[in-house]
C-alpha cells in the first residue's frame, strides 16, 4: 500500500489495534444473556466459559451485573417497558389528532373573542379565513346556522368531550 508524500508510516501496533477494533465482535442482547446464564449455571469455570466465547472476564462479570441489576429493577416495577411500534404509531396518531383538536379550539377561541369585543368586521374576517384557509387544520368553523360537513366525516376517537 503506498503512502502518500509527506505522511509517516502507522506502526505495527497502531495497525493491530486498528485491525482489532474494526473485527470486534459485537454481542446482541441474546447472546449475552445466553452466556450470562451459562455462567450462573455453573458448569464450567467462568475463566472457561470466557475462553470459549473469546471474551474477557471482566466483560462477563459487567454483563452479569447488568443482567443482576437490570431483572432487580424489573421485578420491584422500577423500569417502564418500551413501547412497541403499534403502540408509537397509534400515540402519534393520537398526538396529531389532539393538536388539530386544540388549533381549531384555539381559532374558534380568537374568533368568538373577537365577536363578543365588538373589534373589527368580524363576519368578513370569519368568511376571508375560512376561504384562505389561514388556519393549519384548515378552516373548522362552519357558517352559522350549518353543520360542518367535515365534523360528520371524524371518526369518533377524534371528539375530545366538552367539559
Not at 12 to 23: H, L, N, Y
Not at 78 to 103: F, H, I, N, Y
Not at 106 to 129: D, P, V, W, Y
Request: hydrophobic share 30%.
Amino acid at each position: 500500500m503506498r503512502q502518500k508524500p509527506g505522511t509517516s508510516k502507522p506502526t505495527a501496533e497502531a495497525m493491530v489495534k486498528d485491525i482489532r477494533r474494526r473485527t470486534r465482535k459485537h454481542h446482541s442482547s441474546e447472546e449475552k444473556i445466553r452466556i450470562v446464564l451459562e455462567g450462573l449455571r455453573g458448569e464450567d469455570s467462568i475463566a472457561e466459559l470466557c475462553r470459549h466465547e473469546g471474551i474477557a472476564t471482566s466483560l462477563y462479570y459487567s454483563w452479569s451485573k447488568e443482567f443482576l441489576e437490570t431483572g432487580k429493577k424489573r421485578l420491584a416495577g422500577d423500569t417502564a417497558r418500551q413501547a412497541t411500534s403499534p403502540e408509537v404509531k397509534e400515540l402519534r396518531q393520537e398526538a396529531s389528532a389532539l393538536k388539530e383538536a386544540v388549533a381549531d379550539l384555539t381559532l374558534e377561541n380568537r374568533l368568538f373573542k373577537k365577536a363578543c369585543s365588538g373589534m373589527g368586521e368580524t363576519r368578513n374576517e370569519i368568511s376571508r379565513l375560512r376561504k384562505a384557509r389561514d388556519h393549519p387544520a384548515g378552516g373548522a368553523i362552519s357558517p352559522a346556522g350549518q353543520a360542518d360537513a367535515r365534523h360528520d366525516r371524524r371518526a369518533p376517537h377524534d371528539l375530545l368531550p366538552v367539559v
